[in-house]
C-alpha cells in the first residue's frame, strides 16, 4: 500500500520512454547477468534461466536505497519515480515471464525427447561394430579439423553433434555420428562411450565441457580425455572434473608463434 501511495502515474505519461527503459535494465539488465553468472558456475541452462525469471524485477530494498538516495541529494524526485514505475511494473510483468518460460521449457524438453528418439532410431539402423575408437563430442570449426586428422590417420571416429544439418553430412560420408547433446546419458550410450579409447570436447562452452568430463570419468574412470578450453578458469573447472589434458587455443597460438622466434613456451600443457 505505501509503495502505491509513493508512486505517482502521471509518470508514464510525461516519460514513457524513461520509464520503459528503466524497466529493461530490470528485466533484462538483471536477467542477463543473473544467467551468465549461473552458467559460470556450471548450472544448466534450465537452472539459469529461472533464476534470471526470478530476478527479473525489484522490490523492497530498491525503495530504501531510492529513499536514501533522496534524503542525500543524490537522487531526485524523477529518480525516485522511474524507481517506483520500474518496480511496479517488473512485478507485474513476472508471472507473465514465467508463464512464458514455462512454455518455452516445456517446448525445449519435447524437443530434446523427439531428438532422443531420432537418435535412437537412427542407431537402429547401424551395425554396432565399433569399439576402441575415438569419441568427438561436436564437429564446428575446431571439431572438424580434429575429426579430419583423426580419419586420415586411420582412427574409428564417432561424433557427437547437436547439428542435423551436420550429422547428415556426415553420414552421408560414412562416419558414424549421433544426433544429440553430450550431456545426455543415453546419447553418450549410443556413441559407445564404455568402450571408447578417448573423449575428445571441442565444444566451445567450458563449463558445459566440464560436465560432460565429470559424467564421462564417472562411468569411465580410465578413459583418456582431452578437453578445450578458452580460459585459465574453464582450465581448472575442467581439470578438477577429471580431464587429462585441457588445451586453451590462445596459449597455444601464443606457444607456436613463440616456437617459431625459438623462444620457450608460455606454459606447458595443462596435464590432469
Known sequence: VSVGMLFNPMILIEQPLAVLGTLAIIIFGKSLAAFFLVRMFGHSPRTALTIAARLAQIGEFAFILAGLGMALDLLPQ????????????????????????????????????????????????????????????????????????????????????????????????????????????????????????WLLLTIPNGYEAGEIVASAREKCPDIEIIARAHYDDEVDYITERGANQVVMGEREIANTMLALLDKPPVEAPVMG
Open 78 to 197: 524523477a529518480g525516485q519515480n522511474l524507481v517506483l514505475a520500474g518496480a511496479i511494473l517488473s512485478i507485474m510483468l513476472n508471472p507473465i515471464l514465467f508463464a512464458l518460460l514455462e512454455k518455452y521449457l516445456d517446448k525445449t524438453e519435447t524437443l530434446d525427447d523427439q531428438t532422443l528418439e531420432e537418435a535412437i532410431e537412427d542407431e537402429k539402423q547401424i551395425p554396432v561394430d565399433i569399439c576402441n575408437h575415438a569419441l568427438l563430442v561436436g564437429f564446428g570449426r575446431v571439431g572438424s579439423l580434429l575429426g579430419e586428422k583423426l580419419m586420415a590417420q586411420g582412427i574409428p571416429l564417432v561424433v557427437i553433434e547437436n547439428s542435423r544439418t551436420r550429422v547428415d553430412e556426415l553420414r552421408a560420408r560414412g562416419i558414424r555420428a549421433v544426433l544429440g547433446n553430450a550431456a545426455n546419458e543415453e546419447i553418450m550410450n549410443l556413441a559407445h562411450l564404455d568402450c571408447a579409447r
